[in-house]
């Protein structure tokens, strides 16, 4: 289960890296009529097996270590690296993402693939190696970045004393605002990521959030207010309305139930499936309501995820 995660985020870096990224810039180039023999001391000297050669600022081919063999086997190392050298070419654009060029990697079975620009130029080069690197130091620097979250998250209440310690967040929800619709959900998410809590808990907190948000807006009759409560062991929502209540809280947490009039369900909202996905992801939920008063929700997301559902 551990493990997941990683491989998860690895494939996501496939498409998110970009060539550019994790090329070799500063690519050692030959020019076609470099000898055979000075290519064999070039390689040597630097330690490649293999480069591309350059003409006019163009790239004009890839003289390799099997061109090298040949030229040994037929005795011919003062021939140009132009007699040699592959012609036809496989190439990427530094804008085109990491995995595309594994894909090119598999399909061709070459070793390295010259990066050019728009007018042919080139700019780089890039082995499976380079990608190898590349994914390794960004999934470090993805490991690093979650764990300065953690620790932030953590450490929010380290150094306040007091018996019992909270970040309360209020938002004011209107009546019927569908323009301003989803504006408290979005805030208080976008707070809980600045305080440093783990993606997975602010995804799950966001869910119950809308839609409770949405739950006023839909079926309040004067608005309402959804309040965030952060502690050090959970995050706390309440949705409290002033409406016509809920005569059935069993039957409306059903999928699918709902008492939204009809010119709401035509804009795309009262689907009834509110508090049937609030129910789904917290870790506890509660509703009670009073016919013609309103209606309280009370739902927790725990931020040690063992001491909850799972995502």
Same mark, same amino acid.
Do not use: C
């Given at each position: 289960?551990? =493990?997941?995660?990683?491989?998860?985020?690895?494939?996501?870096? !496939?498409?998110?890296?970009?060539?550019?990224?994790?090329?070799?810039?500063?690519?050692?180039?030959?020019?076609?009529?470099?000898?055979?023999?000075?290519? $064999?001391? +070039?390689?040597?000297?630097?330690?490649?097996?293999?480069?591309?050669?350059?003409?006019?600022?163009?790239?004009?081919?890839?003289?390799?270590?099997?061109?090298?063999?040949?030229?040994?086997?037929?005795?011919?190392?003062?021939?140009?690296?132009?007699?040699?050298?592959?012609?036809?070419?496989?190439?990427?654009?530094?804008? #085109?993402?990491?995995?595309?060029?594994?894909?090119?990697?598999?399909?061709?079975?070459?070793?390295?693939?010259?990066?050019?620009?728009?007018?042919?130029?080139?700019?780089?080069?890039?082995?499976?190696?380079?990608?190898?690197?590349?994914? !390794? $130091?960004?999934?470090?620097?993805?490991?690093?970045?979650?764990?300065?979250?953690?620790?932030?998250?953590?450490?929010?209440?380290?150094?306040?004393?007091?018996?019992?310690?909270?970040?309360? +967040?209020?938002?004011?929800?209107?009546?019927? #605002?569908?323009?301003?619709?989803?504006?408290?959900?979005?805030? !208080?998410?976008?707070? !809980?990521?600045?305080?440093?809590?783990?993606?997975? /808990?602010?995804?799950?907190?966001?869910?119950?959030?809308?839609?409770?948000?949405?739950?006023?807006?839909?079926?309040?009759?004067?608005? &309402?207010?959804?309040?965030?409560?952060?502690?050090?062991?959970? /995050?706390?929502?309440?949705?409290?309305?002033? &409406?016509?209540?809920?005569?059935?809280?069993?039957?409306?947490?059903?999928?699918?139930?709902?008492?939204?009039?009809?010119?709401?369900?035509?804009?795309?909202?009262?689907? &009834?499936?509110? +508090?049937?996905?609030?129910?789904?992801?917290? #870790?506890?939920?509660?509703?009670?309501?009073?016919?013609?008063?309103?209606? $309280?929700?009370?739902?927790?997301?725990?931020?040690?995820? =063992?001491?909850?559902?799972?995502?």
């Amino acid at each position: 289960m551990t =493990s997941t995660p990683e491989v998860y985020k690895a494939q996501e870096l !496939l498409y998110e890296l970009k060539i550019g990224d994790v090329m070799i810039r500063r690519v050692i180039t030959v020019e076609p009529g470099t000898r055979m023999r000075d290519f $064999k001391n +070039l390689m040597r000297d630097n330690r490649i097996s293999g480069t591309p050669v350059v003409e006019d600022g163009k790239l004009a081919g890839i003289v390799s270590i099997e061109d090298l063999i040949r030229a040994l086997e037929q005795r011919d190392m003062d021939a140009p690296v132009s007699q040699f050298m592959t012609t036809q070419l496989h190439t990427v654009d530094e804008h #085109d993402s990491v995995g595309r060029a594994l894909k090119k990697f598999a399909q061709t079975r070459v070793g390295r693939l010259p990066v050019v620009d728009e007018q042919g130029g080139l700019v780089g080069i890039i082995t499976p190696d380079d990608v190898t690197r590349g994914v !390794l $130091k960004a999934l470090q620097n993805a490991y690093h970045e979650e764990e300065v979250r953690r620790y932030r998250a953590s450490h929010i209440f380290e150094d306040i004393a007091s018996d019992k310690t909270s970040l309360v +967040l209020r938002y004011n929800v209107p009546l019927r #605002d569908f323009d301003q619709a989803g504006r408290a959900s979005s805030q !208080l998410k976008q707070t !809980l990521n600045r305080l440093g809590i783990h993606p997975r /808990i602010v995804r799950r907190v966001a869910i119950v959030s809308y839609e409770a948000e949405m739950n006023i807006v839909i079926h309040s009759t004067t608005g &309402g207010t959804l309040v965030g409560e952060v502690t050090p062991t959970a /995050i706390s929502l309440l949705a409290v309305d002033q &409406g016509p209540g809920i005569p059935d809280i069993k039957l409306a947490q059903q999928p699918g139930f709902s008492t939204a009039p009809d010119w709401i369900r035509e804009m795309g909202f009262g689907a &009834g499936m509110g +508090l049937a996905n609030i129910k789904s992801v917290a #870790d506890d939920m509660h509703v009670t309501s009073l016919v013609g008063e309103g209606t $309280k929700l009370t739902a927790v997301i725990y931020l040690n995820p =063992s001491e909850g559902k799972a995502e």
